[in-house]
Structures are given as C-alpha cells and as structure tokens.
C-alpha cells in the first residue's frame, strides 16, 4: 500500500496527504439554515483544533439525489454559498459541497476550498473535467455500482485537466437491493494511484430508498466502518454530523451524533498511528 501520496494544500492552514497525517471532513448532510450551519461548523471546529485534526467543513447547498420529488433539498446554490463563504470567513475553516451539474462548477468554485463530485455521478466526464479546470481538490465519491479499479478512470479524467489534487472516497457498494457493503479492500487499491482516500463511513451504513420515499441507516456502525477502514490505511474519515440526528431534514438515519464524535475521532487517530 502506498504511503508516498500527493500532499495537497487545501487552505492556507489546512493539508492532507503528508505521512502519519488524518484528515476530516464533517458537517451537515444539507444546509438546512444559516444558524444551525454555523452552530454546528463552530462546534466540529472546536473539537478537531481539540485533537489537532486538519478539518473541512462539509455541507451541501442542493441534494439533488433525493429519493422522492416531496424531500428537502436545500436552499439552492446562491444562497447556500453565502452561507458556506460565511462559514469560511467567520471560522477560517475550508468548505466542501458537491456539484451535480457543469452550470454549477464555475460558480462554486468562488466559494468552495474542495469540490464534491456525488457517487452517482462519479462517471460523468464533463462534470468531472469542468471541476478538474478549475484546479480545485477534487473529492471523488466512488459509486456504489463501481469497483474500486474503476475509480482509476476517474483519477485519469482529472489528471487530463492538470489537476492532481484528487481525494478518493469510498462510501459503500450496492449489495443486493436497498443495502450497502463496505469491501475493506478498496482503501489499498485506491491508494495505488498516489492520492489520499477516506472512508464516508456515514453513507456506508446507509440503506438507500430503505424507506420507500426515503433512505434508512444503521448509524450504530458508523464507528465500526470508521475503524476498520481506519485500520486498512484510510487517510481521513467523512461524517454527516448533526447535533440531533433525528430531526434532520436528510440522511437522519446515517448521520452521527456530535456528542459521539470527540471519542471517535480519539481512537481514530490512536489506530492510524499504529498503522
């Protein structure tokens, strides 16, 4: 397994990819209001300056893979980058969201320190290639329909543009209907190509369309899916983070509690100083 990976700068105070390093990005599924976002980007700041974690902030202005035409979406790309560009200038922390179509990329990339490309959209060429121009990082979600050997298509279409700042993700493959697996193996086989990968462990554990109209999740094992990858050499962890899960307008059932996140984070960075 490679440990020679790109080391990339994402904000002036932020860098991932160095050896030993351990990286997350955390936040709201969706921005559902200026204050929340602010509330919980103050508190997720708060703990990994604690434990001297680099953190990007993560939320996304528009979820446009929503199960059903009747699910909350956010509140849209202009008014979700004012309140990102907020978030940024008010805590110094890097942001990150994702971008569903090439309209959006340019303007985004005004605001954002690291570029999302969604799961399901992982192969669409323009949408990477456009984010690729703008010499952003890029985080790349592995789809659930994918191996991890095919996410070196993607890491070739970024490369194509000039841009080698590339995170890969991996949040789970499709097993059988509504349910996903984790093959612990893709952490190594991700890493061949020289650049820092992560676990969403938040998404991992989701059953998509598990309810019908909605997605369901087993948030238990969000901490056994973060250790374990941890273990296989994973370079950070991605968490959907609220301060009371069960009200959340998205993803309620696959987002950890932020009361649980310290100890987490502790045995996390226990565990990759061992490996």
Not at 229 to 258: M, R
Request: charged share 30%; net charge positive; with cysteine.
């Amino acid at each position: 397994m490679r440990t020679d990976l790109k080391d990339i700068k994402i904000s002036p105070g932020v860098r991932i990819g160095r050896p030993g390093t351990f990286f997350l990005i955390a936040g709201p599924c969706v921005i559902e209001s200026r204050d929340r976002t602010l509330r919980l980007a103050r508190r997720l700041k708060s703990i990994s300056a604690e434990l001297k974690v680099p953190f990007i902030f993560k939320a996304s202005f528009d979820k446009a893979n929503r199960s059903s035409i009747r699910s909350f979406r956010g509140p849209g790309l202009d008014k979700g980058l004012e309140i990102l560009a907020e978030v940024k200038a008010e805590l110094d922390v890097p942001v990150l969201s994702d971008v569903h179509e090439t309209a959006q990329v340019e303007r985004a990339a005004e605001v954002l320190d690291v570029i999302q490309i969604p799961a399901f959209l992982c192969r669409q060429t323009d949408l990477l290639l456009a984010a690729a121009r703008t010499q952003k990082p890029v985080n790349v979600k592995k789809g659930q329909f994918l191996s991890p050997y095919d996410m070196k298509n993607a890491v070739e279409k970024i490369e194509s543009q000039g841009n080698r700042k590339i995170i890969l993700t991996e949040r789970g493959t499709m097993f059988g209907y509504n349910n996903l697996v984790v093959d612990i193996r893709s952490i190594p086989i991700m890493k061949r190509w020289g650049y820092p990968v992560v676990i969403d462990a938040s998404h991992s554990v989701q059953k998509p369309g598990g309810r019908g109209t909605s997605s369901g999740g087993d948030r238990e094992f969000i901490p056994t899916i973060a250790r374990a990858a941890t273990s296989a050499g994973a370079d950070g962890v991605f968490l959907e983070v609220y301060d009371d899960p069960k009200a959340a307008l998205s993803d309620k059932e696959n987002a950890l509690d932020i009361k649980d996140l310290k100890e987490l984070l502790a045995i996390l960075l226990r565990l990759k100083k061992v490996v």
